[in-house]
């Protein structure tokens, strides 16, 4: 099992470009979310998908789009990136409960220009 | 706001030592989890206890959790070098909605061959 994988591992955009972060797990878990990191501050909840179908914002979700496409895929997309979105970005998924233990991929850097 | 705040935000002690690393949140949990972080990687899940217990063992880690002091604490014994990483505690919340996660800031450890 490749459990969380991410793509890609590092992107530089110019301020105004799109892209989207792929995620899939191969762990058949309902739950996934998107977190960032930046330095000193932890990890932030971009956004979640409780289950197959739905998703909801977390506690910084501007400027970012979800898309849950199956029940593997989990994928973060920046319409108009901007610096303030110069991050590591890590994707995790969990069994059932939010609440329960997470499973994380390896991260994505991106550099916003 | 982050519900949990580790202490301190850095620990460095020789191998052979113990390391212990506190965390302190602010309101009523379903469980408290601690979480490993290799430099340049994902987060990796130590351990997981709930609000009835009160002490958790696995290997060379102890978890104590005092939910009238809200707060826990993460013991490693005998200190590896390969223990080098941060170490975050995430609580999940009784209050929030959907039930997830809310990571600390983290507390660097190293352990000096």
């Not at chain 2, 217990?53 to 978890?63: A, F, N, T």
Request: proline share 4%; with cysteine; aromatic share 8%.
């Amino acid at each position: 099992n490749a459990g969380v994988t991410q793509t890609p591992k590092f992107q530089v955009l110019k301020t105004g470009q799109s892209m989207t972060l792929q995620c899939a797990q191969d762990m058949n878990h309902n739950s996934m979310y998107w977190y960032r990191q930046d330095p000193g501050m932890g990890l932030r909840l971009i956004y979640y998908s409780a289950s197959e179908g739905t998703t909801d914002k977390g506690e910084v979700p501007n400027g970012y789009n979800v898309s849950r496409l199956n029940k593997r895929e989990f994928s973060l997309r920046l319409e108009s990136a901007a610096p303030s979105q110069t991050s590591v970005y890590f994707c995790a998924s969990s069994e059932e409960v939010p609440g329960e233990t997470q499973y994380f991929g390896p991260g994505t850097r991106l550099l916003v220009l | 706001s982050q519900q949990g705040e580790e202490d301190p935000q850095a620990l460095s002690i020789q191998e052979g030592e113990n390391a212990t690393m506190n965390c302190s949140y602010k309101t009523s949990i379903n469980n408290l989890q601690w979480y490993r972080q290799n430099s340049g990687r994902g987060l990796v899940h130590l351990i997981l206890i709930r609000s009835n217990e009160r002490e958790k063992h696995s290997g060379r880690l102890r978890v104590t959790l005092d939910t009238s002091k809200k707060s826990s604490s993460l013991l490693i014994t005998a200190s590896r070098a390969a223990d080098t990483a941060s170490y975050f505690c995430a609580t999940d919340a009784l209050a929030t909605s959907g039930s997830r996660l809310t990571f600390g800031e983290g507390t660097q450890l190293t352990v000096n061959p």
